[in-house]
């Protein structure tokens, strides 16, 4: 009989079973499995064995995106279903259905059709427009009343630990002419991403009281930005080749269900926001952030910022309400982001930009080094977790290393 030994401080207990894609020496085909402390449960196995009461076919896939479209009915019995077998029935489970982490190389999760960054946190929007525009004029007019938004690139999402390379642009020069280079304002963004399961019929929009119906979990989110690139091409029709290089996710995909007790209402939003975007349930989620920096003199990551998602203004059923308001259809796999999430201090801010405030506040590191943007040689890793009684429902980790421009 299998014994599966949980540490109690994993970000992996029973109350978790995130989803992900996985394969081993052994056996190279990619397929869907779930972790549970340091241990991978090979679910294709227990589907084949029946374990589920039926077999499904979607976990010997190399992608979530069968699963993810099968429905929030199916996602709970199979939930359920895995909380008994890794329970009580642990006896029904074959030996080589448990993996060891170690033995096992994690793959993209997700075939991502299509993806939006939204920019939904009040104190990010607010530092970023006081920067460029002034107090006064910190917010745009629009930005109270919608969750703001913009289509990225779905080809360059990443998995966690996939190096980021310098990219290359036009910035604005000292004279008429703008200069080409690699960026020297390389930045990171600490964001929390969802993923689509069952999508919506083009014309038909998603209402905000069945939003978390088509929303099947979350992952951390890094969405790189190079700032001198987006200062000049930014205006008018908002980022472009400052984005579209690298956006790095993390490879546990953290169901709802895992996450409905750690709900939380958000900031207070006034004015109210339109019918449209009205939710009269608890909609926030306290999720722990955190963002650590290593450069590559560093013998250990040092913490630069804390962060949480309960500070965000817009929720992501909002932003889900939004983006389907003209009908758009989302997918299964359409991934979001939330935009940083900064909180309302100066140890918060889910941004280089932000935490050194523009370059004029350096962040001091180990041995006399500074930094006010990211350099070749950086790592940086992003946490996240919610506190539970006696246990946390974490996210892992995603991290990459920045590479020389080519």
């Not at 996939?162 to 200069?179: A, L, N």
């Not at 939710?279 to 650590?292: C, K, N, Q, Y």
């Not at 040092?302 to 059923?317: A, D, E, F, P, V």
Request: charged residues 20%; hydrophobic residues 40%; aromatic residues 10%.
């Amino acid at each position: 009989m299998p014994f599966i030994d949980i540490h109690p401080d994993t970000d992996f207990p029973i109350q978790n079973l995130p989803f992900g894609v996985f394969s081993t020496i052994a056996n190279p085909r990619p397929r869907v499995g779930t972790r549970l402390g340091d241990f991978v449960v090979d679910l294709s196995l227990l589907d084949d064995e029946n374990l589920f009461g039926k077999r499904h076919g979607f976990f010997a896939d190399s992608s979530l995106n069968r699963f993810m479209a099968s429905g929030r009915e199916v996602w709970r019995e199979i939930r359920q279903r895995l909380v008994r077998i890794l329970g009580e029935e642990q006896a029904s489970l074959k030996k080589e259905a448990l993996i060891s982490i170690d033995q096992v190389q994690m793959h993209f999760p997700v075939n991502i059709g299509d993806y939006t960054d939204f920019y939904a946190s009040r104190e990010h929007a607010t530092n970023v427009g006081i920067m460029f525009r002034g107090k006064e004029n910190a917010l745009m007019p629009n930005w109270l009343h919608l969750p703001v938004g913009y289509h990225g690139r779905a080809s360059s999402v990443i998995l966690s630990s996939t190096d980021v390379i310098r990219p290359r642009g036009q910035m604005k020069g000292g004279g008429s002419s703008p200069e080409f280079a690699a960026t020297r304002q390389l930045d990171f963004e600490l964001e929390v991403g969802f993923f689509i399961g069952t999508g919506n019929e083009l014309g038909k929009p998603i209402s905000i009281d069945k939003a978390d119906e088509h929303i099947f979990g979350m992952v951390l989110l890094n969405d790189w930005s190079a700032r001198d690139i987006q200062a000049w091409e930014y205006q008018p029709l908002g980022p472009f080749l400052a984005k579209n290089f690298a956006t790095s996710i993390s490879p546990w995909v953290v169901t709802m269900e895992a996450l409905e007790p750690f709900r939380v209402r958000g900031p207070e939003q006034d004015p109210a926001p339109p019918p449209y975007l009205k939710a009269d349930f608890v909609s926030g989620f306290d999720i722990a952030l955190e963002v650590t920096l290593q450069s590559a003199r560093m013998d250990a990551p040092q913490t630069i910022s804390r962060s949480n998602m309960k500070h965000l203004y817009w929720s992501i059923g909002q932003m889900l309400a939004h983006h389907t308001i003209t009908g758009c259809n989302m997918r299964p796999g359409d991934l979001c982001g939330t935009g940083t999430i900064s909180g309302p201090t100066d140890d918060g801010l889910g941004s280089m930009l932000e935490l050194t405030w523009r370059g004029e506040r350096p962040i001091q590191l180990p041995g006399g080094e500074t930094r006010t943007f990211l350099q070749d040689g950086d790592t940086v890793a992003m946490k996240g977790y919610c506190q539970g009684n006696g246990y946390r429902i974490g996210f892992g980790e995603v991290t990459a290393k920045i590479l020389p421009t080519l």
